[in-house]
């Protein structure tokens, strides 16, 4: 291998046509973007992709002339060692284009050629750049929201969007008000002269929705009530900065609250951000106070680096080159619904610590490290035996004595208002669902005392481990059982991960209701089972038989719908065009 890698990157998958070149030497990144602006309403694929036609050739022009300008070999030698590009996920038509410009290039330069998941570079650009080595990953980008982390040669989703990708619900909401796209920035302009009033807050273990708040949004802004009846005031609806504001408030908080879910389950102590959402200020605050918190690290690259462009696609793409992860002209199709766990990922360890790499890393630290570190299980910074830092409350345990108390402290990156209603509601309903689902057969802790307005529930000590440190199939199954009796009485767990269920030889307890709620609607069945499927999936080394141990204790009490639902849930494709 060369001492110097230098890559050509092309993105394009919805509206940035965007060429880069990446020296791994210097570390330099030179970007060359042309966005495109739709003259009304969303992303059309159609005009998209004519963009990408004319604007492709121009971007990549502009960096190659640039790469010639500072290739050192002689003039023979081809200015690049390879040409990358964004393989999906994506609008069909304008991968195509760049799919067909990327060949092309690859046989005229006679370098290879290197297909690129455009999500996960979201996220390695951010690994890159902060130089950690293993840290959690929320993208916020418009077609998508999503956790990874990576586990055993994949980067794993522990959560994700359940409708529409972040940025495309803001845009939606602004093509509501009129505003041109991207609706995003403006957003963020209005909110600094907004108030809050109360919005829907949806999240679902790591799993979270849009579509309620979004159209809640609408009807206030348009002086609907939710009911569907009378204005919310004279002129006709909510002042729009307002909502603009709370939007903020209640989708970033969100996205906070599941990413220090995620940080919690994992045992990470580092978090990047990725994705165009993550060029708002708020959301970024809001992040970066959570992990100052837990005593993590918080890193967002630079603005550039955040919405799409082909700098994350050439840094990329050198790290696979370097790993020898290249295509063969004729599989080198694109992929418009292309998953980020489904990429293979062979350039971490060895391959990324060749000197080149290694060398070109602004911030190093960390990188020394032997091997990948698993996902452990996490306890959270600073605790000891007798407490616990859950994702939400501080948990004293008295084993002794028999008896748990839990705190639902407030968190600061949230707003007042909504911090105040979340810890009420959620300690309100995890002492009624506690009960509930006791009295369905399912073993839980006994509750003594309720303290609404201090977020406190004092409870029976249960188990003498967690499941997730005693993973066993006839466990799994066991909580596959619980959960269908709780389904069978009307009712969620709302977050049944392998933390949330506690261990005492073959019984297991399921704890930890808060994000519990009534429902007879065969979807949120099959969410909940799926929130305790990705739980396996993202903490067990081997996770089929346990997964197939769920489904099996769930088929002996429940209903079969459920499990067909289920099945839809995880084929579901969640990239969505804009229009
Ligand atoms: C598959 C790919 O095409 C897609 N890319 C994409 O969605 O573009 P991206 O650049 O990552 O994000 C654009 C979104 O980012 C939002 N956005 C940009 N600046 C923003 C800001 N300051 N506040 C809130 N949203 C912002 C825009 O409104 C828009 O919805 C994706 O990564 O999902
Ligand atoms: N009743 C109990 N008996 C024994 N241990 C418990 C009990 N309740 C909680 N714990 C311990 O404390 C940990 C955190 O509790 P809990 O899940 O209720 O808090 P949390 O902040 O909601 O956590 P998270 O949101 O991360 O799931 C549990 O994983 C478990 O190890
Ligand atoms: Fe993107």
Redo the contacts with the bound molecule.
Sequence with gaps: MSNSIRILGIEGTAWAASAALFDAETDDVVIETDAYQPESGGIHPREASEHMHDAIPEVVGRVLEHARETHDGPPSEPPVDAVAFSRGPGLGPCLRVVGTAARALSQVLEVPLVGVNHMVAHLEIGRHTSGFDSPVCLNASGANAHLLAYRNGRYRVLGETMDTGVGNSIDKFTRHVGWSHPGGPKVEEAAKDGEYVDLPYVVKGMDFSFSGIMSAAKQRYDGVSASGGSSDSSDGGVPVEDICYSLQENIFGMLTEVAE?AL??TGSDELVLGGGVGRNARLREMLAEMCAQRGADFHAPEPRFLGDNAGMIAVLGAKMYAAGDTLALEESRVDPNFRPDQVPVTWRGRAERSEDLENASGDVRNRERADEPELAAGRGAGSDDSQ??????L?D?EPDAGR?T?RRRAKTYRHPALDERLRTERTTLEARLTSLARREGVPT?VLSDVDRSEARLE?????DR?LQAALSPDRVRDVGRHLARLHRAGFVHG?P?T??V?VDGDRTYL??F?LGYHTDHVEDYAMDLHVFDQSLVGTADDPEPLREAAREGYRDVGDKRVLERLHDVEGRGRYQSDT
């Design positions: 879910r919690s389950l616990v830092r859950g994702a939400e409350a948990v345990l748990v839990k802790p409870l029976e000590y249960v188990g967690d977050d991960t933390r949330n506690r704890i930890d808060g």
